[in-house]
């Protein structure tokens, strides 16, 4: 089945530093989306993203759909204690099919912002 | 408020039990889906539902069973067949918008444990 790749594994930044996470698919996705999860609870979408080339942003985050369908980043600018947790990106193929609605997820991103 | 309800929050297994975890959603959504969350893991996907009294195996529905008797509820059954049932299970949701993607929205997780 389709496996995605999600780097680095871990992150510890300073506060106030920028970071940059990325997920590679060995084949293509129709929709990116990126989600955050805090310990215990469920994950909240950020960011999605429905064409190749979009350049989305959500505040401090902005996210990209590569051109060639089979990549994603997630860059956080400025980033503060509260942006602790994981980050998951998730493809998505689409409605068609017996793929309709199902999202493949990477391994995710441990975010640790010390003060 | 509208949103995703999982309960319980913790739930206890014995060995040789079935258990059934909740899933309550007032979104309005045709779909529903559950997910299998292991340290260090993406989310895995156990079973999908498009429409009600329709449902689909995910990757992992071995030792899991589900049913979609009303559009709101989407309960998954741990099935003593399950061997190794301690993770966090995770419940989402989307609008069935025909040939447009909508992102999936997650509940608040339970976690399984096995006594």
């Known amino acids: 089945g389709q496996q995605l790749n999600q780097s680095p594994q871990s992150m510890f930044i300073q506060e106030g530093e920028d970071v940059s996470m990325n997920c590679t698919s060995s084949?293509?996705?129709?929709?990116w989306l990126w989600y955050k999860q805090d310990p215990g609870e469920g994950p909240v979408l950020l960011i999605a993203?429905?064409?190749?080339?979009e350049l989305t942003s959500n505040g401090r985050l902005t996210a990209q759909f590569g051109i060639t369908r089979k990549d994603s980043f997630l860059n956080i600018s400025a980033s503060i204690p509260s942006d602790v947790g994981i980050y998951f990106c998730a493809g998505q193929l689409g409605a068609g099919g017996t793929s309709y609605g199902k999202l493949t997820f990477g391994q995710g991103t441990i975010l640790t912002v010390h003060p | 408020d509208g949103g995703i309800t999982q309960s319980p929050k913790y739930l206890f297994r014995k060995e040789g039990q079935n258990v059934t975890l909740s899933c309550e959603q007032n979104l309005n959504h045709d779909a529903m889906y559950w997910y299998r969350q292991d340290p260090g893991q993406g989310l895995r996907l156990i079973y999908y539902s498009q429409i009600v009294n329709d449902f689909q195996k995910g990757d992992i529905a071995e030792g899991y069973s589900v049913s979609r008797e009303k559009k709101e509820s989407f309960p998954l059954t741990v099935t003593s067949a399950q061997k190794n049932p301690t993770a966090f299970y995770l419940c989402?949701?989307?609008?069935?918008?025909?040939?447009?993607?909508?992102?999936?929205?997650f509940g608040d997780g339970t976690r399984l444990s096995i006594l």
């Open positions: 989402a949701s989307s609008i069935d918008s025909g040939g447009l993607d909508q992102p999936q929205h």
């Open positions: 084949s293509i996705f129709n929709t």
């Open positions: 993203l429905y064409k190749a080339g």
